[in-house]
């Protein structure tokens, strides 16, 4: 018998029962969308967190003050000194920029306004090394940083929260109780992965911070940007090399310090929700399975119901392989359908789904074609068995069933 005579006959018997054919599809529909939504939103989850980190800066190193170690609490350290960051990027290979950092949490007052905020001391190269142009004004020139004038650059949330509808630019800012110049305005970073508003920030000269504000000479943090992610490892190792000699640590002695480098950290993040989504996404296919073990008992059914029909079958003539084939084609017709439909809600869920978190909507064709696929093959593990009953029936027994 042809296969398209076949294809034709399992039409016929799933229209003829067409309310049990739709019911028997939604274990396969349920699995095939919820696979395409979880699989969906995990890439979308990705790519967010992907963009997040970039918007630190792109081939950047951080370098802080103390080492977690393996389990144990941070180990006291010293903090760094500007000329540490002078001796980075004065000997160390292939940086774009380097920026010594100190900050502390600052109240901002203007007038009657006032807000709890992140006051940050840095120089020239920290706009560069975070990648972050200003929307109006401009940033502090040589003088400013020199001299320590007490100017700011602030961001927008600051320019939300504090001056509304008003222009900040020159306007008299009161950063921990020290009257500040506003001379720019920096553009929108929305969050950061760990959920810091980046946005909620006042920059001001590096040397102003550390006279009127922190009365130290410490430095927090030093970000040093470097020119391409090929030259990474061994800015790290030049990085890692002078900071221990200028702190004295003999080679018998772990790092005071960490040099953490942004892209590894974006790696790791993103392997970590590759994993998570790959987790969730084989959860959602135990619902295949599931769908799988409906069609066959539905064919176990449509076996028992038709056995006087296959027994007349088998005793004009028909071969085995033609009445498997049959049995068969239903059974994967029935899974395909519901994997075709399942598709269609799987999208519109991913649709849905990344609106409503923000994500941004990555179709991943090659796992649709897996989806329907799986799908297919479900019908033909599941469907097997049934169909090999009904061919290996013995025709007298199946035509004396009543």
């Known amino acids: ?11 016929q018997e799933l229209r003829r029962n067409l309310m049990r054919s739709i019911l028997t599809t939604l274990g396969i529909v349920i699995g095939i ?3 395409i939504a979880l699989v969906t939103l995990g890439q979308g989850a990705t790519a967010s967190i992907t963009n997040e980190i970039s918007s630190l800066g792109r081939n950047l190193i951080v370098v802080a003050p103390g080492n977690a170690g393996k389990g144990g609490p941070p180990q006291a350290a010293a903090p760094f000194k500007l000329a540490d960051a002078r001796a980075i990027e004065r000997d160390a290979a292939g940086l774009i920029a380097v920026a010594p950092v100190a900050t502390t949490a600052a109240p901002v007052v203007l007038g009657n306004n006032s807000w709890s905020t992140t006051a ?6 920290y706009l560069a090394v975070r990648e972050w142009p200003l929307v109006a004004g401009r940033p502090f020139d040589e003088g ?4 320590g004038r007490s100017v700011c650059v602030i961001g927008q949330t600051i320019v939300r929260e504090i001056f509304g509808a008003q222009d900040p630019l020159g306007a008299p800012l009161r950063v921990s109780g020290i009257p500040c110049m506003v001379i720019g305005i920096l553009s929108g970073k929305g969050q950061s992965i760990l959920g810091q508003d980046q946005d909620d920030l006042v920059v001001m000269p590096l040397k102003t911070f550390q006279r009127r504000l922190a009365g130290n000479q410490d ?4 970000l040093i940007s470097v020119a391409s992610a090929e030259q990474l490892p061994k800015a790290k190792e030049d990085i890692e090399g002078i900071l221990r000699d200028r702190r004295h640590i003999t080679a018998n002695k772990a790092d005071d310090f960490q040099v953490n480098d942004v892209s590894e950290i974006a790696k790791i993040i993103g392997g970590v929700t590759v994993i998570l989504t790959a987790f969730l996404g084989a959860i959602a296919a135990i619902s295949l399975i599931v769908g799988g073990i409906g069609i066959m008992n539905i064919m176990l059914v449509a076996v028992t119901e038709r056995t006087r029909e296959i027994g007349i079958r088998l005793a004009i003539g028909a071969l085995e392989r033609e009445v498997l084939a049959q049995f068969l084609t239903e059974a994967v017709l029935l899974s395909i359908f519901g994997g075709l439909i399942g598709v269609v809600l799987g999208l519109g869920l991913s649709a849905l789904g990344t609106a409503a978190l923000g994500l941004p909507l990555l179709i ?4 649709i074609l897996l989806a329907t696929l799986f799908s297919g093959l479900v019908g033909i593990g599941f469907g097997y068995f049934p169909a090999r009953r009904a061919a290996r029936m013995d025709p007298i027994d199946a035509l004396r069933h009543e």
């Open 1 to 11: 018998m042809a296969f398209s005579t076949t294809l034709r006959m399992a039409f």
């Open 33 to 35: 969308a919820a696979v």
């Open 120 to 125: 940050v001391g840095a120089d020239a190269n």
């Open 144 to 147: 400013e940083l020199r001299s």
């Open 219 to 222: 430095v927090s943090l030093i």
């Open 364 to 367: 991943e064709p090659g796992v």
